[in-house]
């Protein structure tokens, strides 16, 4: 495992799930990290007492909120922004007002954080966007919505790859399949559809995610840069 000792992180979204498993990561790491929540006052705070990284009640869906909590971090390191929701359903029944909302945590949030940490980043850092494998693919009805956010942040990891590329600063895109959480449990019932589509069947775990991202974040990657990075199985094969 890479040294991360004294370098400075924000992880948005650690209160839960992937982002709880890279707070996690990073501070046994060295790391000194810092991550946002929203609607899990409780989880934050088990996950900062269990780490001591500081944590930050920010909404993700408020630009504002969101601009401030990233600006307040200061010059980091690394940058992984990974709060994101998911809703699938027919699309001429979804409610408009979700639909917004899910565009506005899981693309506008990446592009003005992202955007915000690149301004005081220090050189050769790295920003690494959660995306999915549903950027890429759509393995059944329902997942348009998710889908279309998904696909959005590879363009915002590319194009901010050239943008912040003159000082070393990496960008990319990991895009897990299924991973055992509460937004995608592996006893859920789309299990069984996804496992189907898998050469590996099973979900991954967050920890399995969180390996590749620190591998992304360590100077071993300094030369990936605009990519996406699929840890899915093969259901995308
Ligand atoms: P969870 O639902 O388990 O956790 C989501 C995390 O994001 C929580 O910490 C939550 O914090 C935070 N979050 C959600 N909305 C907001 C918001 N508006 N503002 C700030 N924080 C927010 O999801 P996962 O861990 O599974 O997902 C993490 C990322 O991985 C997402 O981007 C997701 O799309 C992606 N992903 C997940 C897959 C899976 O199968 N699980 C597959 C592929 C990609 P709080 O509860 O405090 O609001």
């Known amino acids: 495992m890479s040294d991360f000792t004294g370098k400075s992180v924000m992880v948005l979204g ?4 992937i982002g709880a498993a890279l707070v996690r990561h990073f501070a046994a790491a060295g790391a000194n990290v810092r991550f946002s929540y929203s609607g899990s006052p409780d989880a934050a705070a088990a996950v900062a007492a269990e780490t001591g990284a500081a944590s930050v009640q920010a909404d993700s869906a408020n630009r504002d909120e969101l601009i401030a909590a990233v600006a307040a971090a200061g010059a980091l390191d690394i940058m992984v922004i990974n709060a994101g929701v998911a809703m ?3 699309p001429l029944k979804l409610d408009a007002d979700a639909v917004d909302r899910l565009i506005d ?3 506008r949030a990446a592009y003005f954080a ?3 940490a ?5 050189d050769n850092g790295r920003i690494i966007i959660i995306g999915s494998v549903n950027g890429d693919r759509v393995p059944g009805a329902g997942f348009t919505a998710y889908a279309l956010s998904k696909s959005a942040v590879q363009g915002i990891g590319r ?3 050239r943008d912040f590329a003159p000082r070393g600063i990496t960008v990319n895109v990991v895009q897990p399949g299924p991973v055992d959480t509460d937004m995608n449990p592996a006893g859920g019932p789309m299990a069984p559809m996804m496992h189907a589509a898998m050469a590996i069947k099973r979900h991954a775990t967050a920890d399995e995610v969180a390996g590749l991202v620190l591998y992304l974040a360590s100077p071993a990657a300094a030369m990936i840069t605009g990519t996406t990075q699929t840890m899915d199985g093969g ?3």
Do not use: K, T, W, Y
Request: net charge neutral; aromatic share 0%; no cysteine.
């Open 14 to 17: 650690g209160s839960r799930g």
């Open 88 to 90: 699938m359903g027919d």
């Open 105 to 107: 945590i899981n693309v």
């Open 114 to 116: 992202g955007v915000e």
């Open 118 to 122: 690149g301004r005081q980043m220090h």
């Open 159 to 161: 194009g901010l790859a």
């Open 235 to 237: 259901l995308g094969i």
